[in-house]
């Protein structure tokens, strides 16, 4: 049992049974530092949370509630919303107005622009009537071991994608340093079925996704544009890139391999492996393997760890990227929950799984 601090910072879920819900209160509830204050839900409102989810029980059997703004300023201090994409828009003014810190796990804060969410996010924007454009230029991308620093002081955090996490991890050094070309970036990467959500649907029934692997979204994945968004802004010059995901028959992990050619051919895999460990040195949720180790996907699960390799292929100067994460922790919950150690001032790491179970 985790001893607890005796002066908890409070934390609202909103979104408490959806797998983004489910992780965070798996996580916060061994946490030192922070308690579970109130629980929000749509479907699941009424029911109290220990008959709803006898698996993952609390300490407080808290009421699953309808969100509530009024409610929900009266009993946190940080929100965590866990929501499909435009509802969390609709909670964020109000919680903000009233001194709530909050950490949004959907889209709808990962564009600086307004304008580019709704030409993205289309179905959405028709639904919600969105005006909050100067939210969209203030909240902060939440990759932690690249905006520590304006993560600790912001009051809204959007938590990246599961895709961009998987894929920027690796890239976003070379695109600092400058050692590839911008042209012909190719990301290849495959996730387990978890990534879909929890709400029913088709291709993620057993019958359809077991024994095969197929791809999806091939042009125009609405991660793309939030790839290539952070890229841009890190690199400081026009990133495009081919990013093709895919669905394979496990339930929880991404695998990303990123393709790129090398400016100098002569950089070897040790040299580019050196460049890794110099941007993650002091990051506990990133692990540089040894050159000729690859990740896998098992090594990450129920983690909060990011696991990179690289490799170099001599005959073309081609860099190849790979990284392993727990699409629902380090891509989803964990990741959000490390914004939020860092936004209540404690290491980013505090509480969270840095160990596999294995197998």
Avoid at 104 to 128: N, P
Wanted: with cysteine.
């Amino acid at each position: 049992m985790v001893q607890k601090s005796s002066s908890q910072l409070k934390v609202a879920i909103i979104g408490a049974t959806g797998y983004g819900g489910l992780q965070s209160i798996r996580i916060l509830k061994d946490h030192p530092n922070f308690k579970i204050t109130y629980l929000g839900g749509d479907r699941s409102s009424g029911r109290y949370w220990n008959e709803l989810c006898p698996f993952l029980t609390l300490d407080e059997n808290l009421l699953i509630n309808e969100p509530d703004a009024k409610e929900i300023v009266k009993k946190a201090d940080f929100v965590l919303l866990c929501l499909p994409n435009g509802f969390a828009s609709q909670l964020v003014p109000e919680l903000l107005s009233n001194g709530l810190r909050v950490i949004d796990l959907s889209a709808d804060y990962r564009y600086s622009s307004l304008t580019q969410w709704k030409q993205i996010y289309s179905v959405e924007s028709t639904r919600f009537n969105r005006t909050d454009h100067d939210l969209c230029a203030e909240a902060i991308y939440g990759l932690p071991e690249w905006n520590s620093e304006l993560i600790a002081k912001a009051r809204l955090v959007s938590a990246p994608g599961c895709f961009p996490t998987a894929s920027l991890l690796p890239l976003l050094p070379f695109l600092k340093q400058g050692l590839i070309e911008l042209d012909g970036l190719v990301i290849d990467a495959k996730s387990g079925t978890s990534g879909g959500g929890r709400h029913p649907k088709e291709n993620l029934l057993l019958a359809e996704a077991s024994e095969s692997i197929a791809p999806y979204s091939v042009i125009g994945h609405r991660h793309t544009s939030e790839i290539e968004q952070i890229a841009t802004l890190v690199s400081g010059q026009q990133v495009q890139v081919q990013f093709t995901p895919h669905l394979v028959p496990m339930v929880r992990g991404i695998l990303s391999t990123v393709y790129a050619r090398l400016r100098d051919p002569g950089l070897t895999a040790e040299d580019c492996k050196t460049v890794l460990e110099a941007i993650y040195r002091d990051k506990k949720s990133v692990q540089v393997l040894p050159v000729g180790t690859y990740p896998q996907t098992k090594w990450s699960r129920y983690t909060n760890c990011s696991i990179l390799s690289v490799q170099v292929d001599k005959r073309n100067g081609q860099l190849i990227l790979m990284n392993a994460i727990d699409n629902l922790i380090k891509g989803q919950a964990g990741q959000a929950i490390q914004s939020m150690n860092i936004m209540a001032g404690f290491k980013d790491y505090l509480g969270l799984p840095l160990t596999p179970f294995y197998p």
